[in-house]
């Protein structure tokens, strides 16, 4: 069994000052008031309102009267000195000081207002505004206006404190419109920030209402367990009203679990501490009624009618109707079970009455709602208006301006002769310039040379050791047709390696070759058909695609002016990769194209092992191979990138692993002979 209650007295002030801030998120660090009448006089206008403003805040929940009497001051200083903002901090601390006394309508028109006075930009005010105006609609039990006020709170970066309590909020909303999905996700959301903010009221309110959400779900034990952690926290808090709560609630759970006496023990706790503290509230009627429903289910019938009777009592005393209409609920089903039928009669016309009340208050609230929603209507009518009005006197201003800036125009002209003696210095710096243009050309040249050189080279090398590499293939290939016969398995495999790395360097020579003969040759520019030149490349690929039983899909290409040696081989490049890096599956090849500003956007796509992301920078890199079981060289995509940048375009990539792979370049559009097709020094 819980330990009972107890409540040191010194604590009390402390529980109380507390409050506003866990629930509206303000800092606990609040100014003295007595500091704030006496500093008050001795600022400055701009300061004043600021002030003024806090004053309203302090005496909001205590003193309604006092809270608008400085808000008002407030809002009359900062209408005074044109401050947009603080005016809106005036309007919204009259409206908070009217939620507070319960008069839905006035907060809502005052925070309204507030709202309306802010900019987008004014995000923080913006939040914090929203989120009183979701509180005043959730009063007023407006669920749909209320849940589009924090949403919106959401969509002005607010603070920690205001999106804690945001989430909080949506949740409850959510809840009493019976969408516990959306609550229990929006409580889990609102929850690690009130740890973050280390708010144990906030915590304990937002476990509390955990639990409640899993009781409408009736998974008790979640219920259950998120009601005993609230009640640890408001007991560690000192927080009577949070602990007589959450002890109904779990009252109410050990019920549904049919732990009678367990709930009967911590109802009694609970109203015990209720009537300690003299609490008149419809949490003591709830109480009674759980505590009614309780001995109805152990079947004695008398204390339940008891039980009921004292909730009845205590909701017509504390005004609680809905907890009024439960209680006599629960006694006319218990006077029709003893065959009472006078005082099951009594009950009935009472509960049609109060059920009636409820429906029309009910009905009124909802045509304030609908008038409320029309007011807001006819003051966007009015904003309109004012903004069309608005706008005529702007085009008089921009008509003014005009005038202005043509004078200003002349006097420019008039002021032109004066930068005549910023000539001279125009003329050194492009001294300056010209030689710094002569050593970047040097570099240049330089540059090109080396250039040069590193193609001479690649070319001789790539040339001259294919000669010895040829006969390296012959002899050994004469060595295995002569005594392949007389050797062991072991010489047989290094014949085969043999073959295998004169065969592997051949075709790191050819690619070498190249991609050398792609950076060093001037290609003309002719119109072809890109069609024509897949179907080469098709045609040439044939045994390689009939081999892995590949499917070629290629959509209509269009024609464009390039040239078609270059063509042949970057599709040939990137249809083959594809093929070569299939899955288990059957290969999948699309060619397509689209167009955009830029130029033709050719697409390559495959459906094979795609590339990890950590690869993907280094893919063009020279002699990269992502695969070594694979033949290949790792130059083919080398030469693609060369091919696309000698035509000024670029080629991108996009891959999934286990999804395939899809290459994309863009050929600009080209309306002569070529002249990029010259080397770009990569």
Known sequence: ??????????????????????????????????SLLYLYPKQVSSAKCGTLNQIACYYQRTHLDSSLHYARSAYKLALYGHDRGQQAEALKWQGVAFYYASDWDSALYYIEEANHLLFARDSSHKADVLFHLGNAYAAATDWEAALDAYTQVLEYYPTTEILQSTFHHLSIVYRKQGAYEEALEHA???LPLAKELKSHTAITDIYTNLAVIHQKMEEYEGAEEYAEKALDLAMQDHSKYAWIRNAIKLGGIYMHQERYEDALTMLEEALTMARHEKMQSGLVAAAHNTMGDVFFKLRNYRSARLSYEAGLKQAVNSG????GLVSLDGLLTVYELQGNHRLALKTYRDYVTLKDSIAQLEEIQEGKNIRRKLNLLEGERDEQSETVSKQRTAIGRQRRNLIVRTILLILVALLGGLSFWQGRRYLK???????????????NKRLEDANEEWKQFAYIVSHDLKEPLRTIGSYVSLLKRRYGKKLDDDAQDFIQFAVGGVKQLK???????????????????????????????????RHQVKENDAVVDVS??????????????LF???????????????????????????GTIITVSDNGKGIDEKYQKKIFSMF???????EGTGIGLSICHKIVQLHQGRIWMDSQVGEGTSFHFILPHLDKAVPAYTDLGV
Do not use: H
């Open 624 to 630: 990269y191979r992502l695969d070594r079981s694979l």
């Open 188 to 190: 889990e959301s609102a």
């Open 1 to 34: 069994m819980r330990k009972k209650f107890c409540f040191p007295q010194q604590y009390l002030f402390l529980f109380l000052w507390l409050i506003p801030y866990c629930v509206f998120g303000r800092s606990a660090e609040f100014p003295n008031i007595d």
């Open 556 to 569: 209509a290409l269009p024609s464009l002016r390039t040239n078609r040696s270059l063509m042949l081989l």
């Open 429 to 443: 710096q492009n001294r300056i310039l010209q030689t710094q243009y002569e050593t970047i050309q040097l570099q």
């Open 320 to 323: 609680v109707l809905e907890d």
């Open 572 to 598: 040939q490049n990137l249809i083959s990769n594809g093929i070569k890096f299939k899955r288990d599956e059957r290969p999948l090849i699309k060619v397509y194209s689209t167009a955009s500003e830029e």
């Open 507 to 541: 075709m790191l020579l050819d690619d070498l070759l190249a991609y050398v003969s792609v950076r060093s040759n001037n290609y003309q520019a002719e119109e072809i058909e890109l069609d024509d030149v897949v179907s080469q490349v098709l045609r040439g690929l």
